[in-house]
C-alpha cells in the first residue's frame, strides 16, 4: 500500500513543532534564573562579580526576547535555521555568563547541557553536531580562560586541577550521552507517531470502503422491487403493443435499461452483502476479499485451508473486521511484490486457534533485519536486483508497520521467518523457501459464533396476509 502522504511527514522538520512562545518562556526562566544567581552570589557571599558584564550579557538576552515578541506573532512556529539560531544563541550567553563567573569552577557549567538536549529533540542532525560542538569548544576554553571567583577579602575560589579537569570530562560526556540519547529517542518517537498516524489513515480508508459496501447493499435492496416492477410491466407492454412497433421498441429499451440497472448494482454489491455479513464472513471469504486486489499481477496466488489437529471440518466465520482485511491485504502486497512466481497463502483452524500463513518464493528477508520487521521506517540499503523486481519501493517499513498495528488490535500474532533457514518452525514445505508470515489468532478473539463476538441473527418478519 502506498501511503501518499508519507514523502510529506518525512520532509517536515522537527523544529516546526515548536511555537517561539515556548522557547521566549523557556528563555524568561533561564534569566530569571541568572539574575537571582548573581544577585545571591554577590549580596548574600559578597562575591566579586564584574556586575556591569554580567548584566550586560543577561540585558542582551532581555532584549532579544522583547524584539522576538513585538516582531513576531504568537502562533509563530520556527524553522529548522530560526530554532538553530536561538538554541546556539542560548549557549553562547550562557558560556559568557561561565566565563565572566569562574568558568569551569561554577557549579552551574553543568547548564550548558540544557542548549544541547533541546537541540538533540528539536533540530536535525546537522545543527544537533554544531550545537554539541560548540558546546565542547566553549567547555574547554573554559576550562583555561575564565575570571576568577573572588570574596570580599580577595581570596580567589578555585578547584583543584584535578577536579576542574574532571569536571570538563564530565561534562563533555554528558553533552555526548545527552545529546546522543535525545536526538534517539526523539527521532523513534517521530517515526512512530508518522507511523501510527499513517496506520489509523489507512484504518479509516478501509472502514469507509465497509461503510460504503454496506450503502451499496442497502441501495441494491431498495431498488430491486421498483426495478423490478419496472421490467414487469414493460414486458407486459411489450405482448400488448405487437401492432405498435414504434410503442413496442420504446418498452424493449425501458425493459432492456431496467436489466442494465439491475446488473450495475449486482457488480456494484458485490463487496456490500446484507448487514450481517458485512459484520461476519466465512475465512476463506476474508481471505480472498484481502488478496483479491494482488491476484492479477504476473504472480500465481495459490490458496490452501483445512482443519488442524483436532478442528472441525466445517470452516469458522469470522469478524469481518477492516483491521483485518487491512492488515492481510498489507502482508499479501508484500509476498506479491517480493516473490519470483507464486505466492501460497494457507489458514487453518483448530478449537482454540485460527492461522493464516502467507510464503512465497522470493529470496525472504534479509537475516539481519528479521528481528527489525515491523519497526517503522525501518531503512535499508537496496541491490540492483530489488530495485528490477520493485523499483518504487522505498524500504521504508510503513506497509508492515501498518500490518503488524492493525492485526496486533484485532488480537493476532505475527511470526516471520524464512522457508530456507533451517532453524524455522512456521512450514515444512520444500518448494516455499521465500518469506514467511504467520497470523495466528486465539479461536475466541475472531470467530464470529463464539463469546461475545457471536453475530445476532435477526427474525424474519411476519407478512399479514
Known amino acids: 500500500m502506498a501511503i501518499s502522504n508519507s514523502n510529506l511527514w518525512r520532509g517536515q522538520e522537527?523544529?516546526?513543532?515548536?511555537?517561539?512562545?515556548?522557547?521566549?518562556?523557556?528563555?524568561w526562566v533561564a534569566i530569571i534564573g541568572q539574575l537571582?544567581?548573581?544577585?545571591?552570589?554577590?549580596?548574600v557571599?559578597?562575591?566579586?562579580?564584574?556586575?556591569?558584564?554580567?548584566?550586560?550579557?543577561?540585558g542582551i538576552s532581555v532584549i532579544g526576547n522583547l524584539i522576538a515578541i513585538f516582531i513576531f506573532p504568537?502562533?509563530?512556529?520556527?524553522?529548522?535555521?530560526?530554532?538553530?539560531?536561538?538554541?546556539?544563541?542560548?549557549?553562547?550567553?550562557?558560556?559568557?555568563?561561565?566565563?565572566?563567573t569562574g568558568g569551569l569552577n561554577n557549579p552551574f557549567a553543568l547548564l550548558l547541557l540544557g542548549p544541547v538536549t533541546i537541540s538533540a529533540n528539536v533540530l536535525g542532525l546537522r545543527s544537533t553536531l554544531i550545537i554539541g560542538g560548540t558546546a565542547i569548544v566553549l567547555v574547554t576554553l573554559l576550562s583555561e580562560f575564565y575570571l576568577p571567583l573572588r570574596t570580599a577579602s580577595g581570596m580567589i575560589l578555585q578547584d583543584a586541577d584535578i577536579?576542574?579537569?574532571?569536571?570538563?570530562?564530565?561534562i563533555i560526556i554528558a553533552i555526548v550521552f545527552l545529546g546522543l540519547y535525545s536526538y534517539r529517542i526523539s527521532t523513534e518517537a517521530q517515526s512512530m507517531s508518522e507511523a501510527l498516524s499513517a496506520t489509523h489513515m489507512a484504518l479509516a480508508r478501509e472502514q469507509k470502503l465497509t461503510d460504503l459496501g454496506g450503502v451499496v447493499a442497502a441501495a441494491a435492496h431498495e431498488l430491486g422491487t421498483p426495478l423490478a416492477t419496472i421490467k414487469l410491466t414493460s414486458s407486459e407492454l411489450i405482448e400488448e403493443l405487437d401492432d405498435r412497433p414504434d410503442l413496442r421498441e420504446d418498452a424493449e429499451l425501458i425493459r432492456e435499461q431496467a436489466d442494465r440497472c439491475r446488473d450495475i448494482l449486482r457488480d456494484m454489491g458485490r463487496a456490500g452483502k446484507d448487514d450481517l455479513h458485512l459484520r461476519q464472513a466465512p475465512l476463506s471469504t476474508v481471505i480472498h476479499e484481502s488478496a483479491e486486489p494482488h491476484l492479477d499481477r504476473g504472480k500465481e496466488v495459490h490458496f490452501h485451508e483445512g482443519p488442524g489437529e483436532g478442528g472441525d471440518m466445517q470452516q469458522p466465520s469470522i469478524l469481518r473486521q477492516p483491521e483485518v482485511i487491512h492488515g492481510l491485504r498489507n502482508l499479501i502486497q508484500n509476498g506479491v511484490d517480493f516473490a519470483r512466481s507464486a505466492v501460497w497463502i494457507?489458514?487453518?483452524?483448530?478449537?482454540?486457534?485460527?492461522?493464516?500463513?502467507?510464503?512465497?518464493?522470493?529470496?525472504?528477508y534479509p537475516p539481519h533485519l528479521i528481528r527489525r520487521i515491523g519497526d517503522p521506517f525501518m531503512r535499508r540499503r537496496r541491490g540492483e536486483s530489488e530495485q528490477r523486481t520493485r523499483p518504487e519501493y522505498e524500504g521504508m517499513g510503513l506497509g508492515l508497520f501498518i500490518a503488524k498495528t492493525l492485526l496486533e488490535r484485532s488480537g493476532a500474532t505475527l511470526s516471520f521467518a524464512n522457508g530456507w533457514d533451517p532453524s524455522q518452525t512456521l512450514s515444512t514445505s520444500p518448494e516455499r523457501l521465500g518469506a514467511i508470515v504467520q497470523v495466528a489468532w486465539p479461536r475466541n478473539k475472531i470467530d464470529a459464533r463464539m463469546g461475545e463476538n457471536r453475530v445476532p441473527v435477526g427474525?424474519?418478519?411476519?407478512?399479514?396476509?
Open 14 to 27: 522537527r523544529s516546526g513543532w515548536i511555537r517561539l512562545r515556548t522557547l521566549i518562556l523557556l528563555r
Open 36 to 43: 537571582g544567581a548573581i544577585t545571591v552570589a554577590q549580596r
Open 45 to 58: 557571599y559578597h562575591l566579586q562579580l564584574e556586575l556591569t558584564l554580567c548584566y550586560l550579557a543577561v
Open 74 to 100: 504568537e502562533n509563530k512556529r520556527l524553522t529548522e535555521f530560526e530554532n538553530f539560531l536561538m538554541v546556539l544563541f542560548d549557549l553562547l550567553q550562557l558560556g559568557s555568563l561561565l566565563y565572566l
Open 163 to 170: 577536579f576542574v579537569f574532571g569536571n570538563w570530562i564530565a
Open 346 to 364: 494457507e489458514s487453518e483452524w483448530t478449537e482454540d486457534r485460527i492461522v493464516i500463513r502467507i510464503m512465497d518464493d522470493g529470496r525472504g
Open 459 to 465: 427474525h424474519n418478519q411476519q407478512i399479514p396476509v
